[in-house]
């Protein structure tokens, strides 16, 4: 079924996003969409505003995506769409464009679980990473530690209690007065090379709880008090401070981000001692989502997994990210074993979604 031709349409955030994939990995076409125009001028999502925007450029990425590709909606063998979980206002234009393909071209849908697509996608690249496998999946809105049996068989060894670590990176970056033009993590990733990560004594999160959870909350507020003690203006762009100041916001940028991903580091040494008890044939831990993209965390990642024998798989930052390829390469596996929806009728009033 390497013929297969998928097409993935993502809307759960904050990018609309549409690729075309090959049953045998091939990415034929990729588009995204960012909001980060918008999420700069109004300092976060606002669900309406959202799907305003989702609304507005849906069918040109969707058409792109084709046109990338080479085909038209008569070459698709089915269409791969993400049903949450998200905000459910900007699902819906996702879902409604899909299935008004599926109907007009009598395609199969198969409806894409956004934490999943962000594990499988691992799979695109790296043909030799079977079940079973560990997976951190690391984003704005989601820290998961799962054990992937096998193709929807998921074991939840953590999550986390309040924030995610992606929510943690954007919010310290916006306290900064950093460029919020792009999202936040990459700008934290970015100053702290220049900082000194031992300068500010942050405390891990939840070092008492002997467990795979997470928590990001507690540094955020650390991070906040941090930054009022030290009297930083974030009124003040990063690009206008002086030397010193500059220093300063480097030098927590730098200590935020190490004790983030000690964090990160901690909970997965207790996760793959778990993950063996259960399945001990475990050879790899799939890091996916947003912040997987950051290169630090990665390299941290990366001894614990040697540390303990394992291999590291991080699909490449443009997969990890929100993206169509994952969508589509997730709705590939599943339509494989069978599991899809038959195409909607050609008829169905859009509303019904
Ligand atoms: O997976 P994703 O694109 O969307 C969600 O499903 O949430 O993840 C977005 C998150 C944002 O919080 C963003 O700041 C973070 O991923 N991110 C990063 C980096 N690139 C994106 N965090 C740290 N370092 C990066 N290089
Ligand atoms: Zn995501």
Redesign the pocket.
């Known amino acids: 079924q390497d013929d297969l031709v998928v097409l993935g349409i993502e809307t759960?955030?904050d990018?609309t996003a549409a690729a075309v994939v090959r049953g045998n990995g091939e990415i034929l076409s990729q588009v995204v969409s960012s909001q980060a125009d918008l999420l700069a001028q109004y300092g976060g999502v606002a669900p309406k505003m959202a799907e305003e925007a989702h609304l507005q450029v849906i069918d040109q990425v969707v058409q792109e995506a084709l046109d990338k590709a080479k085909l038209t909606e008569r070459n698709l063998s089915a269409i791969a769409v993400t049903i949450g979980p998200g905000l459910g206002l900007c699902l819906r234009v996702g879902v409604r464009k899909a299935r008004k393909i599926a109907g007009s071209f009598n395609l199969p849908i198969i409806g894409v679980h956004?934490m999943e697509a962000?594990a499988l996608v691992a799979r695109l690249n790296e043909r030799e990473l079977q079940f079973p496998f560990m997976a951190l999946l690391i984003?704005?809105?989601?820290n998961l530690l799962i054990l992937a049996r096998d193709l929807g068989q998921y074991i939840q060894l953590g999550t986390t209690i309040d924030d995610a670590i992606?929510?943690a990176?954007?919010k310290t970056a916006k306290w900064l007065g950093l460029d919020l033009r792009r999202?936040?993590?990459?700008a934290?990733?970015e100053l702290a090379r220049e900082g000194d990560a031992k300068s500010i004594k942050f405390s891990t999160p939840m070092k008492q709880h002997k467990d795979c959870n997470f928590s990001y909350a507690g540094l955020k507020t650390q991070v906040r008090l941090a930054i009022e003690s030290k009297n930083i203006n974030a009124t003040i762009p990063i690009s206008s401070a002086n030397s010193e100041d500059r220093r300063t916001r480097a030098d927590i940028a730098a200590s935020f981000q190490r004790v983030a991903v000690l964090h990160l580091e901690e909970r997965c040494e207790r996760a793959i001692e778990w993950a063996l008890k259960i399945e001990p044939s475990v050879k790899y831990l799939v890091v996916s989502?947003?912040?997987a993209?950051?290169q630090y965390?990665r390299a941290r990642l990366d001894q614990v997994v040697q540390r303990n024998s394992l291999r590291l798989v991080c699909p490449p930052p443009s997969l990890?990210?929100?993206n169509g390829v994952m969508v589509a390469w997730t709705g590939i596996e599943n339509f494989r074993m069978g599991r899809f929806d038959p195409p909607p009728p050609a008829d169905e009033p859009e509303d019904i979604v």
């Open positions: 759960s955030c990018d956004h962000h984003s704005g809105g989601h992606g929510e990176y954007d999202s936040g993590g990459p934290i990733e989502g947003g912040v993209s950051n965390v990890c990210t929100d």
